[in-house]
Structure formats: structure tokens, C-alpha cells
């Protein structure tokens, strides 16, 4: 498919995976070997909108005549409203269907000369788009075999775009939250006042996305390793993805992969790079190839930053309920030059399928309103109640920092660190 037809789905990717009703279109798109039916049976797994989803995907790798094959499936299925959209605006393309020969379809017999090219194609973190490789080097020549059919490959094998992971469980996993509030005296650390609103939104918020949620509160350094080593052996094996949310205060430490540590109510920490290597395939096997993604609300660092002038025609985007008066908190700490394993150095596991979301840059305070809960639990909360349905998780996270980044007279900018091989969508009714 050219880059023109591919934008054009990505464009309205929101309202057709809204409003595509998939079901009638399996039976033609067969019929015009738009698709084979081991890929419509791929595509056919998950709600409506996720068969919705991975049909948008896959239809971009399909070639330039897919797209008019596409829309007069959906004309002859009665969608006219979906069907004007695109052919209105992909105006410039050839739109009468055409029989498409799929590559699954070339059997030996046939003429030897027969070969089709597909361009491959490399993905570009957190974007819907892609960019074209090579033209040389880049393209899958499927020739007949000698004695039987060429082994189908599907797209989604080849790591490319359409790679979504598959939550189909129910519940889809764990969600721990480790809710950190009353710290000791003499840890130095102040009471952490609003975070039981941020623990309660994410209890809420998660356990709508189809995830058994567990809530600990005010755990010590020692206690919050436990905690997560003992859902790290939990048998994950009937379930499809594992999260981790953690409030309390932070610090910066000493890192090779992950940086910053979290406090536990002991004044102790312990570090990002720990925890999330507790959850690595040999420690957790049951997860391996599985998403496992971890929020953390807890400041970076003891910087503040006051942000830099820009002219900007959006209004500032401030909390539902907050007290624009009112003075935030911060779950700041002095950086700590110690590392909580140094021995473990040696031995860290290459991350896979893991996201690690930070409530801020690191080095930075993460700000906290007393009444309304951290900047960056309610704009997480916000986000996922308004584009969970629709939106891949990496696109959900820069709506989040964009809308963070706007807010009070200091700034904060969330971040992540992210080793997902696939898009990740929540689970969502």
C-alpha cells in the first residue's frame, strides 16, 4: 500500500475502528482475496474493536489495490458513510475493486515465472506511521516451491507495525499497587497527602481494564520487594500481561538501565533497575513474552523545573477540581549514590516487553495537589477513561505528557522507558 492510502487509514483509524462493523465483511473480503482465511481467522480474534483494530493494521500491508478492494466491501455491506470518507478523500486512487492474489495463494503448477514482492517495513516507536527501507534490500520475493505450497507468512511475524499483543483473558493479569502515604519520623519523609486519591483511581481505573487489582499500603523498602517478588512467582501462564503501580517518594540512584529508586515508609529504597528486573523471564518465566508494564508516581530527583516561555493557543490544561491556589507537593528526596544490589550489576537481563512510565523527568520533583491527587495519576486516569478504547498505549502516555506539561507555574514532564516489541491496547468493554 503507498504511503498516501496508509495515512489516509491512520487518519481515520478512530472512527472506523468505532464504527466498522467487521462481521459482514469477512465472506467478500475472502471473496477478493483481500485476505486468506488463516488471516481472517488471525485477524478475528478479540471484541469487535480489536478484529476492527488488526484489520486497519493488516489492510496497509495488503498493497496499493487494497484500499478501492476495501471500500466497496464496505458499500456492499451497506457502511455508505465509512465507505464516502475514504473514497472522498483518496480521491487520486484507482477505486474500482481488483482481484488481489495473495501470497499464501501461489501453489507450484503454476507459472514459474510467478513472484510477488511486499515491502517490509521498519517501525517507528510510538507512531502509526512507517518508513520504507531499502527498496533493494527490503523486499520478501515469494517464489512457487518445487513440491507444494510456499508456507504462508503473515505480516505480524515479521515485527513490523501491525504487531498488537493479545489480551484475551480474563482477568487479562495482576495489577499491584503499592501505595506509600504515612512514612516513619525518622525517615524524613513527609506524609504523602493525596496520594489514597491516586490509589483509588488506579484501583478503579484497572480494574475496569479486566485486571484483578491488589492494593499495599505503607510498605517498607524490604516489604515492597516481597511484595513483587511474590507476584513475580504467581503462575502467570492463563493470563496475558502484568502491571505494577507504585506512589511514594523518589529519588535519583545509581543505574545502568532504569534510573531513580522509590522509598518505602522506612526511609529505605529501592530502585527501578530492582524492580523491575524481578519480573525478567528467568525470574518470572511464566511472563516471558508477555507486556509487563510498570507506573511509577514518584519524583526523579530534587531539580524544579520552571519551564521555558512559549506562545501557545491552548488554554492551560488544569485538573478537574484542583485548586489552582493551592500550593502542590512534591515527592521529592536528595539523590541517593547508591545502588540497592551492586552485585546484580553483572547479571541484569536484556529488557523485553516491558514499559516503565515515570511521573516525571529524571532529576525532577513530581508535584502532588493535596486535594485532586498527583498531576500525573489524574491525567493518567483521565486519558485512559477517554481514549483506552481506541488509543495504543504509547500514543495514551503522550497525550499524558503533553497534558502534564501544561499544568502550574513549575513543570513536569512524564516519560517512559519503553522495551514493548508490540502495540499494546487495554482490554476494554
Known amino acids: 500500500m503507498e504511503e498516501a492510502q496508509r495515512e489516509l487509514l491512520q487518519q481515520n483509524r478512530l472512527r472506523l ?12 473480503m475472502l471473496a477478493q482475496e483481500l ?12 471484541t469487535r474493536r480489536d478484529q476492527a483494530r488488526q484489520l486497519i493494521t493488516d489492510l496497509q500491508t495488503r498493497g496499493k489495490r487494497a484500499l ?31 482481484d488481489i ?27 502509526h ?41 480474563d482477568p487479562c493479569g495482576y495489577c499491584l499497587i503499592i501505595n506509600n502515604v504515612d512514612f516513619h519520623a525518622s525517615s524524613g519523609l513527609s506524609v504523602r497527602t493525596g496520594s489514597n486519591i491516586d490509589c483509588e483511581k488506579m484501583q478503579k481505573r484497572f480494574q475496569a481494564l479486566y485486571f484483578a487489582v491488589e492494593v499495599k499500603c505503607n510498605l517498607s523498602a524490604q516489604a515492597m520487594g516481597a511484595a513483587l517478588q511474590q507476584l513475580a512467582k504467581r503462575d502467570h501462564s492463563a493470563l496475558d500481561c502484568c502491571v505494577v503501580v507504585i506512589l511514594s517518594h523518589g529519588c535519583q540512584a545509581s ?25 525478567s523471564g528467568s525470574r518470572c518465566p511464566s511472563l516471558g513474552g508477555k507486556p509487563k508494564l510498570f507506573f511509577i508516581q514518584a519524583c526523579g530527583g530534587d531539580q524544579r523545573d520552571h519551564g521555558f516561555q512559549v506562545s501557545s493557543n491552548t488554554p492551560e490544561d488544569e485538573s478537574p477540581g484542583s485548586d489552582p491556589d493551592s500550593d502542590p507537593e512534591t515527592d521529592a ?35 502532588r495537589d493535596i486535594k485532586s491527587g498527583s498531576w500525573y495519576i489524574e491525567t493518567l ?43 499494546f491496547f487495554f482490554k476494554t468493554k
Open 35 to 46: 485476505f486468506t482465511r488463516d488471516m481472517i481467522e488471525d485477524i478475528q480474534a478479540g
Open 17 to 28: 475502528v468505532r464504527e466498522l462493523r467487521v462481521e459482514p465483511l469477512w465472506d467478500l
Open 381 to 423: 486516569d483521565r486519558m485512559l477513561d477517554m481514549w483506552a478504547d481506541d488509543e495504543d498505549l504509547l500514543s495514551i502516555l503522550l497525550m499524558v505528557s503533553n497534558a502534564v506539561s501544561a499544568k502550574g507555574t513549575y513543570k513536569q514532564i512524564p516519560g517512559c522507558f519503553n522495551f514493548l516489541r508490540k502495540r
Open 68 to 98: 478501492p478492494i476495501f471500500i466497496s466491501c464496505l458499500e456492499d455491506t451497506g457502511q455508505w458513510a465509512l465507505a464516502t470518507l475514504l473514497r472522498e478523500s483518496n480521491s487520486t486512487q484507482q477505486l474500482d475493486p481488483i
Open 129 to 169: 506511521t512507517s518508513k520504507e527501507e531499502d527498496p533493494e534490500a527490503s523486499y520478501l520475493d515469494v517464489a512457487q516451491g518445487a513440491a507444494g505450497p510456499v508456507q504462508a507468512r503473515c505480516w505480524r511475524n515479521f515485527g513490523v507495525v501491525g504487531q498488537v499483543y493479545t489480551l484475551n483473558s
Open 101 to 127: 492474489k495473495p501470497i499464501e495463494m501461489v501453489r507450484s503448477g503454476e507459472s514459474s515465472s510467478t513472484c510477488m514482492k511486499l515491502p517490509t517495513r521498519s517501525l517507528v516507536p510510538g507512531s
Open 333 to 367: 528526596t536528595p539523590f541517593q549514590n547508591n545502588f540497592d544490589q551492586p552485585d546484580a550489576v553483572a547479571s541484569l537481563p536484556t529488557p523485553s516487553d516491558i514499559l516503565v512510565s515515570y511521573s516525571t523527568f529524571p532529576g525532577f520533583v513530581s508535584w
Open 255 to 279: 543505574h545502568i538501565q532504569f534510573p531513580g529508586a522509590i522509598y518505602g515508609v522506612d526511609g529505605a529504597s529501592i530502585s527501578v533497575e530492582t524492580i523491575v528486573n524481578i519480573f
